[in-house]
């Protein structure tokens, strides 16, 4: 098996997961903001109900489409279909990316979290953008590279979901007493470690196996 197999071997199952956790906290929490009525709607948020809808709406291209992108036989079997999702992903993203600006300067409630989440924006914004001028450029392997970055600042949307559980499963975060300094943590760990992680394996490790 060579090293491309390999990586697919392991890589699908991992997307799977991803997907399944995706499906889940999409349907448990943006979900009520598509139909929910408007009684159960704080009033700040009912005045911005249609950009929230927004963002989660084109939030959806990224979780759902992006894991599709990174699967061979697709890429291979089926580049036109590639080729369009790729787009779908590239405006969904773009557009979520922005509307995380209008909402964190009218209805975000954890003020020690807006600096993580404006950057988070800007990144995602960053990484999207940069990623379509590589296709457009035909260097793959950037593309590549910069897609999975911009998928995983998208996938903030479900680690800032898992940490709580994974607080409660372990007592990780039990140093930090206020649970508002706790959630504001979450914010950075969310997108900040996974980040990391990814520019390790894209970069680091290839300079380390290079020295």
Known sequence: MDRRSKNSFWGIPILLVVVVFSIY????????????????????????????????????????????????????????????????????????????????????????????????????????IAAYRFIKKRNIQRHREFMLRSYVCGLAFVFIRLLPGVHELTGLFNF???????RTVYEWICWVYPLILVEFWLVWRKQLLQA
């Open 176 to 182: 930090i007493e206020d649970s508002e300094m706790r």
């Open 25 to 128: 906290y999409y349907q448990r929490d943006a979900s009520f903001y598509f139909f929910a009525d408007a009684s159960e709607y704080s009033a700040i948020r009912l005045q911005f109900k249609w950009w929230i809808i927004t963002h989660f709406g084109f939030a959806a291209f990224t979780l759902f489409i992006g894991p599709l992108q990174f699967i061979p036989q697709i890429r291979k079997n089926y580049p036109r279909f590639h080729r369009f999702a790729g787009r779908l992903y590239i405006i969904g993203s773009i557009i979520s990316a922005i509307t995380v600006y209008v909402l964190l300067a009218t209805t975000y409630e954890l003020p020690g979290a807006i600096p993580s989440l404006g950057l988070l924006a800007a990144i995602w914004l960053f990484t999207t």
